[in-house]
């Protein structure tokens, strides 16, 4: 009889033991990170700069649809300042987003990067912004977060001035994350066009190809993506709607 009592009990906390692993595993494989810049000032311009919305907005819907929860960080954490020249509510995602309390609570409280536990992520997300120009290179935690979740067999994704963030990131083997991989990002011809070169700390494009990469620029103002592996890039604001597709498509494929 205690043999038998015994046996339920331990069958008990095997089935619990198991129960409770595989919603962590679900958990994880149901979460999704969007990095957003906490940088507000254009150089010495004196305008005011930050995150583009619609590079959020284009890429949180599709997660969102897919069943992904999305949590949003910025390096400094707390209210992150939106690029007031992305406030396009033409968009239809970009007004649902301006209009959903929940959301527009998330980016006023990011969370700081510096907290970020990147085993809970299946992929990372860097939005651009010409924010993204000055707090998203060599910044550690971005580079912790980012190779964590790569090396984790997670995705990397970056649009526009997002790929700032993947020129200093390194991987265990000390090799840079973009390292002879495709990848694309605003072009120098675009930065040209937006009359920028000479205030941003330098130019993304030839930025990318010192640090090894293979850069696949497009036309300007294009909708472009490269999709090396698990990593992902767009070229501009144009490309976040299939920046957004191909993440999920890629989630859903390694289920």
């Known amino acids: 009889m205690l043999k038998t009592i015994n046996a339920l009990i331990m069958g008990w906390v095997l089935t619990a033991s198991f129960a409770e692993a595989k919603t962590k595993r679900s958990d994880v494989e149901n979460r999704a990170l969007i990095v957003i810049s906490s940088h507000s000032q254009l150089g010495e311009t004196g305008k ?3 995150w583009y919305l619609s ?8 997660l969102a649809a897919a069943g992904y929860q999305v949590d949003f960080a910025s390096p400094q954490g707390g209210a992150a300042p939106m690029d007031p020249g992305s406030r396009e509510i033409k968009d239809e995602d ?3 987003f301006l209009a959903d309390p929940g959301l527009m609570k998330q980016v006023q409280e990011t969370l700081p ?3 970020v536990d990147p085993k809970k992520y299946r992929l990372v997300h860097f939005a651009g912004g010409h924010g993204a120009m000055w707090d998203f290179p060599n910044n550690k935690d971005i580079s912790r977060v980012a190779a964590a979740i790569y090396e984790n067999d997670g995705i990397v994704s970056a649009v526009c001035h997002g790929p700032a963030a993947l020129v200093d990131i390194k991987l265990s083997n000390g090799e840079y994350l973009i390292k002879g991989k495709r990848v694309n990002g605003f072009t120098n011809a675009e930065e040209s066009e937006v009359g920028l070169t000479k205030v941003v700390p330098f ?3 030839s930025k990318l190809q010192e640090r090894g990469a293979n850069y696949e620029g497009g036309k300007n103002w294009e909708d472009k993506v490269v999709v090396d592996g698990r990593l992902v890039t767009g070229q501009n604001p144009q490309s976040a709607h299939s920046v957004g597709r191909k993440v999920v498509e890629l989630l859903q494929s390694k289920k």
């Open 55 to 62: 590079e959020v907005t284009h890429v949180y819907y599709p």
């Open 94 to 96: 970009n007004k649902k």
């Open 203 to 205: 130019l993304l494009a």
């Open 113 to 115: 990067l510096s907290k």
């Open 48 to 50: 005011p700069t930050g």
